[in-house]
């Protein structure tokens, strides 16, 4: 952060109970400061990684080893000199410009795959030891200026200023017009779109096909006007209604009537007795009207509590 102000993972983070098990610099968290929850910092993004990720990834880097200090963004540390310096410095050199040609060429099968083992290689090595580590109020590529900047590792990305404007000077627009000046004027017409409306929205155009001239072949197949004969289902229309199924016509009140009661004394005789034997009037007990009616799920079960509660 940019006020070096302490941070920590939110509750719900699988790093929030995490306890260092090095000593003090081998093991970082890296984080993104886009989210947060709380007033204490709590971040969302968080990954931990030990020291030679944070040296290698680092914005800006340099080492001074005659003192045996190093400075990496805006911290300082004491360091033991070693191999890992030269490796740390030229994989420094070669991480960021290769992978900005890969992502030009927007085809990561180009970035170095023995380059791609160093990394991997250096980053899996035992965390370089990093003492008295401190915060510092300005990052390192903010100090050094001058001839000491030499010494500096850092990488510049190229600067994006959007597509090149084109050379040819535009027309100043103002009021209305000024707002919508990213809009281009010129209309693209799709064909498929105009096809579609042109069959399903719009008339045909009629005229145009007659005026085609038929080919000679298509002249063979052409019925002669004398034996044309004329289509007059377009003024009967109401008198071809079989073509869309059977018409519906509605019944009078008295045929309704009739019919309920049909129905209502064809159900009395189904539940009553059956209309058909000679006995009139039987009369079944409610359990096995239920039952006729309605299957078993409705039977009446006799309730054996009383007997139960009797009996003890």
Same mark, same amino acid.
């Given at each position: 952060?940019?006020?070096?102000?302490?941070?920590?993972?939110?509750?719900? *983070? &699988?790093?929030? @109970?995490?306890?260092?098990?090095?000593?003090?610099?081998?093991?970082?968290?890296?984080?993104?400061?886009?989210?947060?929850?709380?007033?204490?910092?709590?971040?969302?993004?968080?990954?931990?990684?030990?020291? $030679?990720?944070?040296? %290698?990834?680092? +914005?800006?880097?340099?080492?001074?080893?005659?003192?045996?200090?190093?400075? /990496?963004?805006?911290?300082? !540390?004491?360091?033991?000199?070693? $191999?890992?310096?030269?490796? =740390?410095?030229?994989?420094?050199?070669?991480?960021?410009?290769?992978?900005?040609?890969?992502?030009?060429?927007? @085809? =990561?099968?180009?970035?170095?795959?023995?380059?791609?083992?160093?990394?991997?290689?250096?980053?899996?090595?035992? $965390?370089? +030891?990093?003492?008295?580590?401190?915060?510092?109020?300005? *990052?390192?590529?903010?100090?050094?200026?001058?001839?000491? !900047?030499?010494?500096?590792? +850092?990488?510049?990305? $190229?600067?994006?200023?959007?597509?090149?404007?084109?050379?040819?000077?535009?027309?100043?627009?103002?009021?209305?017009?000024?707002?919508?000046?990213?809009?281009?004027?010129?209309?693209?017409? @799709?064909?498929? %779109?105009?096809?579609? %409306?042109?069959?399903?929205?719009?008339?045909?155009?009629?005229?145009?096909?007659?005026? +085609? #001239?038929?080919?000679?072949?298509?002249?063979?197949? #052409?019925?002669?006007?004398?034996?044309?004969?004329?289509?007059?289902?377009?003024?009967?229309? @109401?008198?071809?209604?079989?073509?869309?199924? =059977?018409?519906?016509?509605?019944?009078?009140? #008295?045929?309704? %009537? &009739?019919?309920?009661?049909?129905?209502?004394?064809?159900?009395?005789?189904? =539940?009553?007795?059956?209309?058909? *034997?000679?006995?009139?009037?039987?009369?079944? #007990?409610?359990?096995?009207?239920?039952?006729?009616?309605?299957?078993?799920? /409705?039977?009446?079960?006799?309730?054996?509590?009383?007997?139960?509660?009797?009996?003890?």
């Amino acid at each position: 952060l940019d006020s070096n102000s302490e941070v920590s993972p939110f509750r719900g *983070s &699988a790093n929030a @109970d995490y306890q260092m098990s090095g000593q003090d610099g081998d093991e970082w968290m890296v984080f993104s400061d886009a989210m947060k929850m709380g007033r204490f910092n709590s971040i969302m993004d968080s990954s931990l990684v030990f020291s $030679p990720f944070v040296l %290698l990834f680092a +914005k800006a880097l340099m080492i001074d080893e005659k003192k045996n200090e190093i400075r /990496f963004d805006k911290w300082y !540390a004491a360091i033991d000199n070693g $191999p890992w310096v030269k490796e =740390l410095m030229d994989l420094r050199k070669r991480v960021l410009p290769q992978f900005k040609e890969a992502i030009e060429a927007r @085809d =990561l099968a180009q970035y170095p795959r023995d380059l791609t083992e160093r990394i991997a290689k250096f980053c899996c090595r035992i $965390p370089i +030891k990093l003492a008295k580590v401190e915060p510092v109020g300005r *990052s390192i590529d903010e100090e050094v200026t001058g001839a000491a !900047a030499k010494h500096l590792s +850092k990488f510049e990305w $190229p600067k994006d200023d959007g597509p090149e404007e084109e050379e040819e000077e535009e027309e100043e627009h103002w009021g209305l017009d000024a707002g919508f000046s990213g809009v281009s004027a010129k209309k693209e017409s @799709d064909p498929h %779109l105009e096809a579609f %409306l042109n069959e399903r929205l719009f008339e045909r155009k009629q005229t145009a096909e007659e005026r +085609k #001239e038929k080919s000679r072949e298509e002249k063979l197949y #052409e019925v002669p006007t004398e034996l044309q004969v004329p289509d007059n289902t377009e003024g009967h229309a @109401d008198k071809m209604s079989w073509i869309a199924g =059977l018409a519906e016509v509605p019944l009078g009140i #008295e045929h309704k %009537l &009739a019919n309920i009661e049909a129905t209502e004394k064809a159900k009395r005789d189904f =539940l009553h007795g059956d209309g058909g *034997s000679s006995k009139k009037g039987v009369v079944m #007990e409610p359990d096995a009207v239920t039952r006729k009616a309605f299957g078993s799920r /409705f039977m009446h079960m006799p309730d054996k509590s009383a007997s139960s509660k009797g009996a003890t």
